[in-house]
């Protein structure tokens, strides 16, 4: 069964700490992404990655970095934490096939103190 | 941009009910069309999708039929459950944007007994 894991399900920060949130794919997807989720602001795109060590910003890359040394493994970095990233944080992996749907993890809802 | 317009939500329906939640698109290509549902604590999974005109995707009862002429997508069932409640995202992917899809804000579905 294809899966896309996230580190945790649930965390709790303090303002300024650094965040490493982790992501992995086993399904050989080329481009994956993340996302943070917020009540009536639906999905929004952080950054994506279309290649090992290949990145893009997405429409909210303020605050955030990306990691992506293995085409598995995808890692979103907040620098230093504040409470206005208090967020559920998706990621997802897809084919370049684009009549492919997305793989979702199952998120982190993140809490910054 | 390409964009993604869904029904507003929350809908609340009575068991048995038929549903239908609207959804039209903006594209500068020719997408292919998803739907996926976040049951709660979850992340997206798909629902089902549609890659070219007149398709129809359906899942769990559940349908919507790609139509180019009046760009909508709109997601049917004809007898909804209490195991249907969720959220419902409507979303399109092109071909030439490395993968990256475009969502709706989400519409969340109520169903009571």
């Known amino acids: 069964d294809v899966k896309v894991t996230q580190s945790s399900r649930y965390l709790v920060k303090r303002t300024g700490e650094k965040v490493f949130l982790e992501c992995v794919q086993d399904?050989?997807?080329?481009?994956m992404f993340w996302y943070r989720q917020d009540p009536g602001l639906g999905l929004r795109l952080i950054y994506f990655?279309?290649?090992?060590?290949?990145?893009e910003k997405g429409d909210i890359p303020e605050g955030y970095s990306v990691s992506r040394e293995k085409k598995e493994r995808f890692s979103l970095i907040l620098e230093s934490a504040s409470t206005n990233q208090t967020s559920m944080y998706l990621c997802?992996?897809?084919?370049?096939?684009?009549?492919?749907?997305?793989?979702f993890g199952p998120g982190t809802r993140l809490t910054v103190l | 941009g390409d964009s993604v317009t869904q029904m507003e939500g929350p809908v609340t329906l009575s068991e048995e009910a038929f549903l239908t939640i609207n959804c039209t698109y903006t594209?500068?290509?020719?997408?292919?069309l998803f739907w996926y549902v976040q049951y709660p604590g979850e992340g997206l999974q798909l629902l089902l999708k549609?890659?070219?005109?007149?398709d129809k995707g359906s899942n769990k009862g559940f349908e919507a039929t790609y139509r180019k002429e009046t760009t909508s997508f709109h997601l049917e069932k004809g007898s909804v459950q209490v195991s249907d409640s969720a959220v419902y995202f409507c979303?399109?992917?092109?071909?030439?944007?490395?993968?990256?899809?475009?969502f709706g804000d989400g519409t969340t579905l109520t169903v009571k007994p």
């Open positions: 990655s279309y290649d090992v060590k290949m990145k």
């Open positions: 399904m050989d997807h080329e481009n």
């Open positions: 997802a992996s897809v084919r370049l096939a684009f009549s492919d749907e997305q793989f």
């Open positions: 979303a399109l992917r092109l071909n030439t944007n490395a993968g990256k899809s475009t």
């Open positions: 549609a890659t070219k005109a007149d």
């Open positions: 594209a500068t290509g020719y997408p292919s």
